[in-house]
């Protein structure tokens, strides 16, 4: 009888481990290709936009630049009939370049600008397109990962059964290796299917060794769908979710170490017009042209986000007002010394600041401050740093 126990427990467990690992296969596939062809049209979108900022209309060596483009739909990731309408506009779009030439010696240039300008939009927006694609594609495979989960949740169970009437001992082990580690997973997987997110910390990873393996992948892939919900897809930019998270958690750290906290607000000048002036795609341009003169001039340890719209924002830890206006000013700086682009213009920015605990007791107070002062530089001629209040400003006079 006990043999029979014994072979019967090795059958259900092999069963269950066989099952365990096709799962964990198929997943690790679908977020492999679905992870890979992402990337591939991010770099597709960043290459594009680079060819676009650093090609002058009418440059010898045009169509040979624009190949390293079109190489990256040859990458296995991309080659699937899903991408067919991305590779039709971009060899569009190449096929616009190679005639450069003919079509600038028989119509405007203007018009010939708007055609290049319309090919390229439609590049961006059909890899956009995909990619977000992409992501429900993750999000609807969520339901069937729940099932295969929730099924080997139920032979766990049955194996836990049959330990029982072998002995009490071993139904603890078995539900400490077997039985939780499952129930977890199931629990994260109704997380991640109804809101794209879970507590890593949720997930078990000691478990049997197949568990332990699609655990490992599941918590793998709440992780980028976390990240990739804290960051703005346009500017590469931590989000306004992720800024208010990480405002909270640094004055709670000041609170702790006692240091000092600045915030920076900042906000693009006459920005409504520039994008009346040169058009959507231009001032995207010069979104991700700001964005990266922020990156360059904070310190290391800030924390810099796109606020929302043309509006930006710094979390600057441990660092008095002085040290706080030399970095607002370093970005101002930066951003007006940014060369104009072909299509597009000079850009400048004002910033507010505020500094915590003396501008506010918590992070709504704060902002609240930092935006009333960005309001005041705009109001004295914009492309400024203002930093205080115009009354302390006076007694500090």
Do not use: C
Not at 80 to 90: D, K, M, T, W
Not at 346 to 357: C, E, F, M
């Amino acid at each position: 009888m006990t043999l029979g126990f014994a072979f019967s427990l090795l059958a259900i467990t092999f069963g269950l481990s066989m099952k365990a690992q096709r799962a964990q296969e198929r997943w690790a596939r679908i977020v492999g290709v679905e992870t890979e062809a992402v990337a591939a049209m991010e770099e597709l979108i960043r290459a594009h936009n680079a060819y676009r900022r650093q090609t002058p209309l009418g440059d010898a060596r045009a169509a040979e630049k624009y190949r390293a483009v079109e190489q990256i739909l040859e990458r296995p990731a991309l080659m699937n009939q899903e991408s067919a309408v991305l590779r039709e506009r971009v060899q569009a779009f190449s096929r616009r370049v190679q005639a450069i030439d003919v079509r600038l010696r028989r119509v405007p240039r203007d018009m010939v600008v708007s055609e290049l300008n319309a090919a390229s939009n439609r590049v961006v927006n059909e890899a956009r397109r995909l990619i977000e694609w992409r992501k429900q594609e993750i999000a609807r495979q969520l339901p069937q990962l729940e099932r295969d989960t929730r099924s080997m949740m139920v032979a766990g169970l049955a194996i836990a059964w049959m330990i029982i009437l072998m002995a009490g001992v071993a139904v603890k082990i078995a539900y400490q290796r077997v039985v939780r580690p499952m129930e977890l997973l199931a629990e994260a997987a109704v997380k991640i299917g109804a809101a794209g997110n879970v507590d890593s910390d949720r997930f078990p990873m000691n478990g049997d060794y197949e568990i332990a393996r699609l655990s490992g992948a599941l918590k793998d892939m709440a992780k980028k769908l976390a990240d990739r919900a804290r960051i703005d897809d346009l500017t590469g930019l931590p989000n306004f979710r992720a800024f208010r998270e990480h405002i909270e958690e640094e004055i709670q750290r000041s609170i702790r170490f006692e240091y000092e906290v600045g915030i920076l607000v900042l906000d693009l000048d006459r920005f409504k017009q520039y994008n009346d002036k040169f058009g959507h795609l231009a001032g995207n341009e010069a979104l991700q042209r700001v964005a990266q003169a922020i990156r360059e001039a904070v310190r290391r340890v800030d924390f810099p986000a796109r606020y929302g719209g043309e509006e930006f924002a710094v979390v600057a830890p441990r660092i008095d007002t002085g040290t706080l206006e030399l970095v607002a000013e370093r970005i101002r700086a930066m951003v007006e010394a940014l060369p104009a682009p072909e299509g597009g213009a000079q850009v400048t920015l004002s910033v507010g600041a505020a500094i915590y605990p003396a501008d506010g007791a918590n992070a709504e107070a704060l902002f609240q401050v930092a935006d009333e002062r960005l309001y005041r530089a705009k109001r004295e001629g914009r492309n400024r740093v203002v930093v205080s209040s115009p009354r302390a400003a006076k007694s500090a006079g």
